[in-house]
């Protein structure tokens, strides 16, 4: 099973940028970035195929750029221009089979997630 671990989260202030990595023991076709905040559903934000087709979530287009290195079985999601609203537990996932969405229903295996915390 393609286990997602994910590093790289931390604080920052607005207007820098950060860089999240998630490794899986397996290679999968399609890996995908979610963020939580307390007290909120958890939303997509950008997932990835293994052809390098991306989908972004409206409040994040432009701003964040996932890519996926199907050699090493990763993904980067690279966050530019964050703002204070993108901070969040932010979570990487694999579906077992079905599109490559960023919905969090479409999702089987799940990382532990890393906190990102964005200060004004």
């Known amino acids: 099973q393609p286990q997602p671990v994910e590093s790289g989260g931390g604080s920052v202030q607005a207007g820098e940028s950060l860089t999240l990595s998630c490794a899986t023991s397996t290679n999968t076709y399609c890996l995908a970035w979610f963020r939580q905040q307390p007290g909120k559903e958890r939303e997509g934000v950008a997932s990835v195929d293994r052809d390098g087709n991306t989908k972004y979530a409206e409040s994040v287009r432009g701003r964040f750029t996932i890519t996926k290195d199907n050699r090493k079985h990763t993904t980067t999601l690279q966050m530019d221009s964050l703002k204070p609203e993108d901070t969040a537990m932010y979570y990487c996932?694999?579906?077992?089979?079905?599109?490559?969405?960023?919905?969090?229903?479409?999702?089987?295996?799940w990382g532990k997630g890393t906190l990102v915390t964005i200060s004004s």
């Open positions: 996932a694999a579906p077992a089979s079905g599109p490559c969405d960023p919905r969090p229903e479409a999702m089987d295996y």
